[in-house]
């Protein structure tokens, strides 16, 4: 649909457009170029941990043990899915990014406005923009009547932005500038009034394009978590098949029985093979995500819970996040007769007193009667609530308006239709509005005063008067009207419920709690004077932080938590200074200025209700209801993450010592071979769900949340740790081992011996899972803490195990012969005695578990 323009600026010609479309491109981010399926194959190939599980699964089906195979081809698929993911992740933010910076537009093309599609917007084109519209590029602006802009997006300021038409010498500036008053940028959103802008950039060369291009450039990497899993499995993989070779090797040569060896080799390999550690990862990270969704918190990649628990630093944006977002009056304050601040009243005190109604009244005619602007909301939310429906004057007119102009931040209605005449009503910056009204100089200093002191509590501060006119023309400007000052109206855009309490838990477990707004640092530090972050300190601001070299930045955010005045850049900046000091950071946000810091944080987690598409795209971790205290609950999960990683990985340390240990005992003492690979495999069905599901499931250790966050560069297996456990594995060893080697020496058969063998090393397992439930809480704290999957397993092997010694064939399959009862319960009952001694020294080792 077409009509006149009715405006001086009649844009370019159609042809002049379509030129310029095809040399300059779309008005669109780039599509970065994907790679292809066969390119993140071969780099998925290239890694080591890859090449290991594919060699080891191949190992397997030579044995014929498809089991084992399976499960580690089902981890080749799983690293394959992973990077497939990561990449369809990355394309998507894109994509959210391109289309939030290509909406429709309504451009004038010879002389005649029309509706065309974003992404053919071109340079020079004059556009028309109105409330509600999202500006399609950036623009420079040729005329305005009482324009306003949210730009939250780009700059995080939670109150929109008075816009008016550059004076010709201005209108030459070249480049983006989120400061400059006559510019418009793409993807941010008017809220009030009018104007038309002549397009200046657009797509990647816009302000949003740059954000855009950043984001594509940063790489997420892996997490601590998984790159220190990756080293382990490299050591044991490297000293696991080392030993298996050289006791192949000398099996061969001691006793010239080369298959022997060879069998003998792979059992030991297979014994040390540490593929459960991979398993406690995927598993450990999968179950923490789908616990996390029954709270609202959709996790995006998975292992970020767990490095959340190692934070150290919360990145927390305030517009939207530490807040609503949702403009509210704060406080109203009358003038004092002496000069001083007047009587003030707010909302939680009760119903507003008399005196207050012509403030509040005058407030709400100074505003559009169908506001779009979130303190004009708040405005006449309070006036339908406090007001009498009289002193909103349903019907009256509007008679003439003053919009807000650079010169004058301040809005001026007249109405009519009262029995007095004409009644004028202004509100606008304090100072503006006082001057106006030609305050005394003592109560202009009265005045001024009292607007501070409530700018410095986090307000946005906004001057009232009223007046009347006795006719005729109207004055050039609201000077012109004799105008009396009725007080000082305070907005706040409030903090979100228990955003509080959120960030006091986060301190009390040493987490750093930063906040990086675009905002003023008076309102900044209010804010984080409210929420409980520590802002006792400088504030940061992004003109100093510009003029600040990388090497002195690092130093600098180590004692800041309040950044103000921050552009995206800078965000970005701060989050990769907090990276180079070794913190772990978290970063939350919800607008497209923190999708690139998002993807540069260890762990980025975006606001799912009000967050932008390219905010979630970007984090790793996206907070459904926008709840602040789920970070605290995704902290305590990824702790508890963390320590259950850590008992099951200690647990498969100290139950594969005895393992192969005794498939090592019989080639160093020339005995006959005690376990098959086929015994090896019943025991990693075994210990494959015990790790990843019983210690999965385990509760969380009573000081969790009290403890600082875990060293920087801290092993996954600390030596304390991992000295506990290769005790407990030897302890286990030379009790099973010794069983027997007595039981050959009385006498007692080949088979039976085996059997009895492991029955003892699984009994002592069950003893190993038992004591490793908790770093430090005795037997009989761990048995009354519930954890049904583990007493699963356990009556589940126990059941599997008495049909190995009971049922035909299985015994003859595994080289059993049934010992004497006497035997049988003596090695049942082993695991019991090795309860009681691990149980007994465990205090001995709790200072290294604790700190290790």
Not at 180 to 199: C, D, E, K, N, W
Not at 561 to 588: C, D, H, N, W, Y
Request: proline residues 7%; charged residues 20%.
């Amino acid at each position: 649909m077409e009509e006149p323009a009715h405006s001086t600026h009649a844009g370019l010609s159609d042809a002049e457009a379509d030129q310029r479309l095809h040399d300059e491109g779309g008005n669109e981010l780039p599509q970065a170029p994907r790679r292809t399926l066969a390119r993140i194959a071969r780099e998925v190939a290239g890694e080591p941990m890859f090449q290991l599980l594919a060699a080891a699964a191949l190992i397997y089906l030579l044995l014929g043990d498809v089991h084992e195979a399976l499960v580690l081809l089902a981890f080749v698929a799983i690293i394959v899915t992973i990077a497939l993911v990561q990449e369809r992740r990355t394309a998507r933010a894109l994509e959210a990014l391109r289309d939030l910076s290509s909406p429709r537009a309504l451009v004038v093309r010879g002389g005649v406005r029309q509706r065309i599609a974003g992404r053919e917007v071109v340079r020079g084109d004059v556009i028309v923009l109105a409330e509600g519209d999202r500006v399609p590029a950036d623009a420079e602006l040729l005329a305005a009547n009482d324009l306003r802009i949210d730009e939250s997006l780009l700059t995080g300021e939670s109150v929109p932005v008075d816009k008016a038409a550059a004076i010709a010498e201005a209108a030459t500036a070249s480049g983006p500038d989120v400061g400059r008053p006559s510019r418009v940028f793409a993807g941010t959103l008017v809220v009030g009034g009018q104007g038309m802008a002549r397009v200046v950039a657009t797509g990647a060369r816009s302000e949003i394009g740059r954000i855009g291009r950043a984001l594509g450039t940063i790489e997420s990497g892996p997490t601590p978590l998984h790159q220190q899993t990756r080293r382990l499995v490299r050591l044991f993989s490297v000293l696991g098949l080392g030993v298996s070779a050289v006791a192949a090797l000398l099996h061969g040569l001691l006793r010239g029985d080369w298959l022997g060896g060879v069998l003998a080799g792979l059992t030991l390999a297979m014994s040390l093979l540490p593929q459960e550690f991979l398993l406690i990862l995927s598993v450990f990270t999968a179950m923490g995500a789908w616990r996390m969704a029954r709270q609202r918190v959709l996790t995006r990649r998975p292992a970020a819970i767990e490095t959340l628990g190692a934070a150290t630093v919360l990145c927390t944006d305030k517009t939207g996040t530490l807040t609503l977002n949702r403009m509210a009056i704060a406080e109203l304050q009358l003038p004092s007769a002496m000069g001083a601040p007047g009587p003030s009243w707010r909302p939680a005190e009760g119903p507003l007193p008399q005196p207050f109604h012509a403030l509040l009244e005058a407030g709400v005619l100074a505003s559009e009667t169908d506001p779009f602007d979130p303190m004009e909301r708040a405005l006449h939310a309070l006036g339908r609530e406090q007001l009498p429906p009289a002193r909103l004057h349903p019907g009256w007119t509007l008679a003439h308006e003053y919009p807000l102009s650079p010169g004058l931040p301040a809005m001026t209605h007249v109405w009519q239709g009262g029995d007095a005449g004409p009644v004028v009503a202004i509100k606008g910056a304090p100072e503006s509005v006082g001057a106006l009204c030609r305050l005394p100089p003592d109560q202009r200093d009265a005045m001024r005063a009292a607007a501070e002191a409530l700018a410095g509590r986090g307000h946005r501060v906004l001057g009232v008067a009223t007046g009347t006119w006795a006719g005729g023309a109207w004055p050039p400007s609201p000077a012109g009207f004799d105008l009396r000052f009725l007080g000082l109206l305070a907005l706040a855009d409030p903090l979100r419920d228990g955003v509080d309490a959120a960030v006091r838990e986060c301190r009390q477990a040493g987490i750093r709690v930063a906040m990086i707004t675009g905002d003023h640092p008076g309102t900044a530090r209010a804010i984080a004077r409210q929420a409980g972050i520590d802002e006792a300190g400088p504030i940061l601001t992004g003109r100093e932080l510009a003029g600040l070299d990388d090497a002195t930045l690092k130093q600098r955010v180590l004692d800041t938590s309040v950044f103000a005045r921050v552009t995206p850049e800078f965000k970005l900046r701060i989050v990769q200074a907090l990276r180079a000091q070794g913190e772990v950071v978290a970063m939350t946000g919800d607008g497209v200025n923190d999708a690139p810091s998002l993807k540069a944080a260890h762990i980025g987690i975006a606001m799912g209700g009000r967050g932008t598409d390219v905010a979630r795209e970007a984090a790793a971790i996206v907070l459904l209801d926008d709840d602040f205290g789920s970070i605290v609950r995704a902290v305590r999960l990824g702790r508890r993450i963390h320590d259950n990683v850590r008992k099951a990985m200690g647990f498969v340390l100290a139950v594969h010592v005895p393992i192969a240990g005794l498939a090592l005992l019989p080639l160093a003492l020339g005995l006959p071979l005690v376990f098959t690979p086929l015994h090896i495999a019943f025991l990693e069905l075994v210990i494959d769900p015990v790790c990843s599901i019983a210690f999965e499931a385990e509760r969380e250790e009573a000081d969790l949340m009290q403890r600082p966050p875990r060293a920087v560069g801290e092993p996954l297996l600390p030596a304390g740790f991992a000295a506990w456990s290769l005790l407990q594995g030897l302890i286990v060893l030379a009790a099973v081992g010794g069983g027997f080697l007595a039981l050959l020496a009385s006498g007692v058969p080949e088979a039976q011996a085996r059997a009895a063998a492991f029955v003892a090393l699984v009994s002592c397992n069950f003893a190993l899972i038992l004591s490793n439930r908790s770093f430090t809480a005795s037997l009989w704290q761990t048995l009354r803490r519930p954890n049904s999957p583990m007493w699963l397993m356990l009556g589940v092997t126990a059941a599997l195990l008495a049909a190995l010694l009971a049922i035909p064939p299985l015994p003859e399959l595994f080289r059993f012969a049934a010992p004497a009862a006497p035997v049988l319960w003596a090695a049942a009952g082993l695991g019991v005695v090795m309860l009681a001694v691990l149980e007994s020294i465990k205090p001995l080792a709790a200072r290294s578990m604790r700190h290790g």
